[in-house]
């Protein structure tokens, strides 16, 4: 569904900020691909420039790409911006710049959601979900396009259904610049973990899109040419798990019918794992990752962070069984936790070599606006100011240096070249050797893929294989996946761990973020060109 036409036209320049580097971005990766240059499509900002009126002419900018020009600005009427908090510096560096050409702005997203009080210049504050509040932006910007006197605070009461959510306007976005796909089955999470946003921003019970809807956008994605892999970036995927059971058999269905045209992935909790119906359906779908928030493996940290349902199973036990259906486990971990110990980087680093995950994004704990953790910070008088050039906005009850150099030396070690390979070997032998066998589809077959393939090899081995200070660990591996023609395992892996390692290294020497969410080192340093 689009909103109603309502008065004259109005042309609206659709503009996503520049993230900072960060570990999950991928961006060390970028230059051994064919020309990736961003992570993955905003679902936030597309939809709503698919909601906006038929006649209304609609230019999307994401400013990891390219940023936004004069000549963009000029064509523009009115400017919308959306993104994280983590992006907060960039979305109001573009609102000074659309200022500058008297442009008004208007911000949605979950960042403005949880806390409008962090963008002060902004014309139009579209706080919540797509609904009242939408409808009544278009109005107003249809009436008269000109900046407000005052800045106008619109919230949604009344969310439009995701089953009418129009399909996101992936037309607008180069998808083919970006590392992954992406497409958003359900909204929300009925868990309560302290530290989390989710469930305060988007409710306990999940909201859904039909299985049609999924399907006819994973054959636009496809039709706008997205090839490779796409990741569902709901809050849990089993938020409600007889949705994901009523959408995986059509997502059997369309990988049959087009051949098995995308490798999935999704956010999901660990209790997955005792859930076999769906892991086994999972699999048949061609899921090949899951990102499961671990945290800790901690019993105590679990139980004290509210997040007792890593326990349903033993962490381990879990990810051997995600594993053995053939998809990679990618972890997220928090230190800084209140039950930490000085024996806790330790304890980590025992976990890192135990379940065999290559990928975790170790942070440390940052308190967000709006959840439990922050108020009970607040109420303990730990919450530190951001601007402290501190890495974390929380007092650990640890010393704060002790608990960076803890965090320093697990990146340091975690990411060793010869860990990480041998884990990546051990995902080789046991997870992936577990995956359904699928068909070459024609786009694989394909020239353009074959140049694809070609040019990555090529970036492979000469950045990696050649000028790399770890080719003799790379070596190992690539020739063991050439030994078995397995070009794929070989790309894909070797993307990933040249950013984890290039990525751990800046972090260690102190030049990156030991958290998602710090904006000490604000300017993103992600190429914008
Ligand atoms: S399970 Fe995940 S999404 Fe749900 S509240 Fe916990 S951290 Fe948030």
Redesign the pocket.
Known sequence: MRAEGIGTARRILCVFPRYTSSFGTFEYAYPLTDGVQAFMPPQGLLLIAAYLPENWPVRFIDENIRPATKEDFEWAEAVFVSGMHIQRQQMNDICRRAHGFDLAVAIGGPSVSACPDYYPSFDYLHVGELGDATNDLIARLARDPSRPEHQVVLTTSDRIPMTEFPIPAYELAEVKKYFLGSIQYSSG?P???EF?D??GLYGRNPRLKTPQQIVAELDKLRECGVTGSIYFVD??FIGNRKAALDLLPHLIEWQKRTGYAMRLACEA?LNIAKRPEILEKMREAFFVTVFC?IETPDPDALKAMH?DHNMMVPILEGINTINSYGMEVVSGIIMGLDTDKPETGDALLQFVEQSQIPLLTINLLQALPKTPLWDRLEREGRLVNDDDGRDSNVEFLLPYDQVVESWRKCMEVSYEPERLFARYQYQCDYTYARRIKVPVTPEQKSWTNIKRGLIMLRNIFWKVGVLGDYRKVFWKFALGRLRRGDIEGLIGPVLVAHHLIMFARAASGGQQNASNYSIRLREASVPAE
Do not use: F, L, W
């Open positions: 999470c868990y309560q973990c989390c989710i469930p809050d849990n909790t928030g997040k």
